[in-house]
C-alpha cells in the first residue's frame, strides 16, 4: 500500500478537482445542472478517487488498474471542458488554462502507469 497523500498524481488531480469546482462549474448556466455541470464534476473528483482506490491497492497491476481508471475520467474532463468551451459556457482562456492542467494530470498518470507496468 501507499501512502496516497504523498503521491504527485493525487496532489495535482486534488488541484485539478478544486480548479473545475472553483472556476469551471460556475460558469454553467441552470439548464446544465442535471446534464454537462453534473457530468464534468463527476470526470473531476473521479480522477483523485480512483488514485486512492489504486494507492490502497496491494499490487502493481491493481494500482495501475485504478489509474487507467482515472486516465479515462481526465480523458472525459477534458471533452467536458472542451464542448463547454464550444457552447460558450467557459471562454477562450479558461479553457486553454483548464486543459494544461489537465494535461498536467494526465503525464503525471501516463508516467506513473508506465513505470508499474514495467
Known amino acids: 500500500m501507499r501512502d496516497f497523500k504523498k503521491l504527485e498524481a493525487r496532489k495535482k488531480s486534488h488541484e485539478l478537482t478544486l480548479f473545475v469546482y472553483k472556476n469551471i462549474l460556475p460558469k454553467f448556466p441552470k439548464s ?17 478517487l480512483n488514485i486512492i482506490e489504486g494507492s490502497g491497492r496491494f499490487t502493481e497491476k491493481n494500482f495501475a488498474h485504478f489509474l487507467d481508471m482515472a486516465l479515462g475520467s481526465a480523458h472525459e474532463l477534458e471533452y467536458s471542458c472542451l464542448l463547454s468551451k464550444d457552447l460558450s459556457y467557459i471562454d477562450e482562456d479558461l479553457y486553454i488554462t483548464i486543459n494544461k492542467i489537465i494535461n498536467e494530470v494526465k503525464a503525471i498518470l501516463i508516467g506513473l502507469i508506465k513505470v508499474l507496468r514495467k
Not at 446544465?32 to 483523485?48: G, N
Open 32 to 48: 446544465e445542472q442535471f446534464d454537462l455541470h453534473s457530468q464534468t464534476k463527476r470526470a473531476a473528483y473521479s480522477i483523485p
